[in-house]
């Protein structure tokens, strides 16, 4: 039976509106959680997270269109998103979560879950 390590996994508030990676999966470990975004601004924000199979060991690692899971996703001025879209995303070693934000130092990006080691 696989350990089970139950933490955060990743917390990132990015300060341009380039991507960033929230959360790798080490190596010979795989994860299962969820991501919450939320707005700390007072006006709507942009958001886009990508789910990038084997993302940390490929070189350059490459953000394509159908790795997204949210794409210019809109948040209200002082809201969180978490919905399903966001929840029960299983994953694989070197597996990345990446994220960018068109409002820098206004929205902050959370990874709960656990990782599971064989």
Do not use: C
């Not at 795989?30 to 006006?43: E, L, Q, V, Y």
């Not at 953000?63 to 996703?73: Q, R």
């Not at 597996?95 to 879950?113: A, C, K, M, S, Y």
């Amino acid at each position: 039976m696989p350990k089970e390590i139950y933490k955060i996994l990743g917390q990132e508030r990015p300060d341009s509106t380039d991507e960033d990676v929230l959360y790798t999966v080490p190596k010979n470990r795989s994860f299962i959680g969820k991501i919450i975004i939320f707005n700390h601004s007072g006006s709507t924000a942009l958001v886009s997270v990508a789910i990038v199979p084997d993302g940390g060991a490929a070189s350059p690692p490459v953000t394509v269109p159908k790795n997204y899971i949210l794409e210019d996703f809109v948040i209200d001025p002082k809201r969180a998103a978490s919905g399903g879209e966001l929840k029960g995303i299983t994953m694989n070693e070197f597996d990345e979560i990446r994220v960018e934000t068109g409002t820098p130092d206004e929205v902050g990006f959370h990874v709960f879950g656990v990782e599971l080691e064989p």
